[in-house]
C-alpha cells in the first residue's frame, strides 16, 4: 500500500504527525508554539492520567453498541477529508489586521486543543492492552492528529506554524484521575461538536460571513468529534457509580460549570471573529450550551440551569474577572498582584454562584446512543 502523502490521509497519529513535521518550512512559528506552551486556566492544557487504570475498563455492559461505534470509526468516512481542495481561498492579505491576529489566535488555541486531545489518546493506544480501549484510542487519535493537522495547514498560510513535536516533548503535563478525564474528555468533545456545528449552520444561512474557507469544513469535522463523545458516554456507561454516586454527580456538575464558564470567558475575548461571522457571542454561548446539555442527558442525571436569574450575570463577572488577572498579570509589582489577587477571588466567587445554582434533573436512557441531530 503506498504510504500517504498528507495527514488527511493517515491511518495513525504517528503518521499524521510526521507528516506535518515533514512540512517544516523555514517559517516563523516560534511565536506560535508560545503561545500554544501556555498553561493558564484559560488555555488548552495536555493531560496525562492513570493509564493502567483506563486499560482495565471492561466494555462489556456496552458491548453492542461499543462494537456498532467503533466499526463505524474503522470505516473511516472521512478520510481524505481535512486537506485543502479548490474550495479553499483563503485571503489573509485582505483580513482586518485586528481581525486576522485575533483569528490566527483562535486557531493556534484550537489546534493546541485537538492535538491536546491526539497526544492523550494517542498515549493510552501506546501504553494499554486492551485492545478494545487500544483500538478506540488509536482510532481517536488518528482523527485529533488529522484536525490539528489541517488547522496547522490553515496557520502555515499565514506564516504560521504550530510546532506539533515540540509541543508533545516541552509542553507540561496535568495530571487527572481517570473519571476527570472521562467527564472532561465527554464533555469537550461534545461541547467541541456544539461549537462547530452551530458556526457551520450560522453560515448555512449567512453565506456572505464566511471570511475564511476552513468553516466549510467544519460538518465533517464534527462528526468525528461527536464519535469520539459517544465513545466517552459509552466508557461513562461501563460503571454506573461514574454519573450515580453522589460525590459523583458533584464532580460532574463541577466539570458541567467549568467547561461553560471557561467557554464563555475565552469567546467573549474574541469580539472581532464573532463580529465578523455575524454572531452575537452572548447568543452563541447560550444556544451552544443548550445543545451540548440536551445531549450530554444521555449520560449525565442533570442539566445545568442556563436560564437562571444568576447564570448569565455571574459568567460576565466572571469574564470582567479574568480581564482583570490578566491586566493584573502584565503589569506586576505589588499594585498588580493585588488586583490580580482580587480578580482571582471574584472569579472563584462568582463560580461559586453558578456552582450553587440548582440543577434540572431528569431520568437517563438505559442505551446512550445518539446520532448528530444539529
Ligand atoms: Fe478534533
Ligand atoms: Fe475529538
Not at 462489556?60 to 463505524?72: G, M, Y
Not at 461501563?238 to 467557554?263: C, G, H, Q
Not at 450575570?313 to 488586583?339: C, F, H, W
Request: include cysteine; aromatic fraction near 12%; hydrophobic fraction near 40%.
Amino acid at each position: 500500500m503506498n504510504k500517504p502523502t498528507h495527514s488527511a490521509f493517515a491511518d495513525t497519529a504517528e503518521d499524521a504527525i510526521a507528516l506535518q513535521e515533514a512540512q517544516s518550512d523555514p517559517m516563523t512559528s516560534d511565536k506560535a508554539t508560545e503561545i500554544a506552551m501556555q498553561n493558564t486556566l484559560l488555555t488548552p492544557r495536555f493531560y496525562t492520567t492513570d493509564f493502567a487504570e483506563m486499560d482495565a475498563i471492561d466494555v462489556t455492559p456496552v458491548r453492542a453498541d461499543w462494537d456498532r461505534l467503533i466499526a463505524q470509526m474503522k470505516s473511516d468516512p472521512n478520510k481524505g477529508h481535512f486537506k485543502k481542495n479548490d474550495k479553499w481561498q483563503a485571503d489573509w492579505e485582505g483580513m482586518d489586521p485586528a481581525l486576522r491576529a485575533e483569528f490566527i489566535d483562535f486557531l493556534i488555541s484550537s489546534c493546541t486543543a485537538e492535538f491536546s486531545g491526539c497526544v492523550l489518546y494517542k498515549e493510552m493506544k501506546r501504553r494499554g492492552s486492551n485492545t478494545d480501549i487500544t483500538t478506540l484510542f488509536q482510532l481517536m487519535a488518528r482523527d485529533e492528529a488529522r484536525h490539528a493537522g489541517f488547522i496547522n495547514d490553515a496557520l502555515r498560510e499565514a506564516g504560521i506554524r504550530v510546532n506539533l513535536g515540540f509541543l508533545t516533548q516541552a509542553k507540561k503535563y496535568t495530571y487527572f484521575r481517570p473519571k476527570f478525564i472521562y467527564y472532561a474528555t465527554y464533555l469537550s468533545e461534545k461541547i467541541g461538536y456544539a461549537r462547530y456545528i452551530t458556526i457551520f449552520r450560522h453560515l448555512e444561512n449567512h453565506p456572505e460571513k464566511q471570511f475564511h474557507p476552513i468553516f466549510q469544513w467544519f460538518r465533517e469535522w464534527c462528526n468525528d468529534e461527536f464519535s469520539h463523545g459517544e465513545a466517552f458516554a459509552l466508557l461513562l456507561k461501563t460503571d454506573p457509580a461514574l454519573t450515580e454516586s453522589r460525590v459523583n454527580k458533584m464532580w460532574i456538575k463541577f466539570f458541567l460549570t467549568a467547561v461553560y464558564s471557561t467557554m464563555w470567558v475565552r469567546d467573549h475575548q474574541r469580539p472581532l471573529f464573532h463580529d465578523a461571522l455575524g454572531v452575537d457571542v452572548t447568543w452563541y454561548g447560550q444556544e451552544v450550551f443548550r445543545k451540548t446539555s440536551e445531549i450530554s442527558k444521555q449520560v449525565f442525571p442533570f442539566t445545568l440551569d442556563i436560564d437562571h436569574p444568576r447564570w448569565r450575570p455571574n459568567l460576565d463577572r466572571m469574564e470582567r474577572a479574568s480581564v482583570q488577572v490578566a491586566r493584573g498579570k502584565a503589569r506586576g509589582g505589588i499594585v498588580g498582584t493585588a488586583s490580580r489577587v482580587a480578580g482571582m477571588a471574584k472569579a472563584a466567587f462568582a463560580f461559586v454562584s453558578i456552582y450553587t445554582i440548582p440543577a434540572i434533573h431528569h431520568d437517563v436512557p438505559a442505551s446512550p446512543v445518539m446520532e448528530p441531530a444539529y
